[in-house]
T-cell receptor
Framework: GAVVSQHPSWVICKSGTSVKIECRSL??????MFWYRQFPKQSLMLMAT?????????EQGVEKDKFLINHASLTLSTLTVTSAHPEDSSFYIC???????????????FGSGTRLTVV | GQQVMQIPQYQHVQEGEDFTTYCNSS?????IQWYKQRPGGHPVFLIQ?????EVKKQKRLTFQFGEAKKNSSLHITATQTTDVGTYFC????????FGKGTSLLVTP
């Protein structure tokens, strides 16, 4: 249970194009999902909190016009990297928690991540 | 904001040796979670600690939460090659605030 599916696993795109990453909760409803970015050998940095039916909350320093987040349903959040540049190349991971599960014994579930390479 | 520091950054051990990673917060934590991320993989939840002074064990892994709820540790007894990966502690506010992680390398 509490499975989060993320697609694509990897993507290579040309500089200036946009890339959409999907994050789905398969067996639970997630009113809130989180998007992280991880550079090689570094920690996970929270980018934004995706809220179903309302605007996402972005962390300081994250450009909301560049990283568009849409959470149109209780099981799907999308992150679109617009006008991607090589410096946007990174590992993007989404996360959510099943609200029906005891948080002490079940933490957050992460998607498998998307490795974005902008050339 | 809440800052979670983690040491060491890297640890290289021989299989069978013990390993410990430490996590320190600048503020009191309501709880702390530990995750393991294998190379090329995504973080996987290990445990959550809530109570002051709490100690929890999972087979060869022992997790502690400090009395002041500002620090935590993960100790692995007799490491195995399957323990390789990066171990993150995370303080939980409305989202997870991750430490920098400790990368463990175990050589046979």
């Amino acid at each position: 249970g509490a499975v989060v599916s993320q697609h694509p696993s990897w993507v290579i795109c040309k500089s200036g194009t946009s890339v959409k990453i999907e994050c789905r909760s398969l067996d639970f409803q997630a009113t809130t999902m989180f998007w992280y970015r991880q550079f090689p050998k570094q920690s996970l940095m929270l980018m934004a909190t995706s809220n179903e039916g309302s605007k996402a909350t972005y962390e300081q320093g994250v450009e909301k016009d560049k990283f568009l987040i849409n959470h149109a349903s209780l099981t799907l959040s999308t992150l679109t990297v617009t006008s991607a540049h090589p410096e946007d190349s990174s590992f993007y991971i989404c996360s959510a928690r099943d609200p029906d599960r005891d948080p002490v014994n079940y933490g957050y579930t992460f998607g498998s991540g998307t490795r974005l390479t902008v050339v | 904001g809440q800052q979670v520091m983690q040491i060491p950054q890297y640890q290289h051990v021989q299989e069978g040796e013990d390993f410990t990673t430490y996590c320190n917060s600048s503020t009191t934590l309501s709880n702390i979670q530990w995750y393991k991320q294998r190379p090329g993989g995504h973080p996987v939840f290990l445990i959550q600690l809530v109570k002051s002074g709490e100690v929890k064990k999972q087979k060869r892994l022992t997790f502690q939460f400090g009395e002041a709820k500002k620090n935590s540790s993960l100790h692995i007894t007799a490491t195995q090659t399957t323990d390789v990966g990066t171990y993150f502690c995370a303080g939980r506010g409305y989202a997870l605030n991750f430490g920098k992680g400790t990368s463990l390398l175990v050589t046979p």
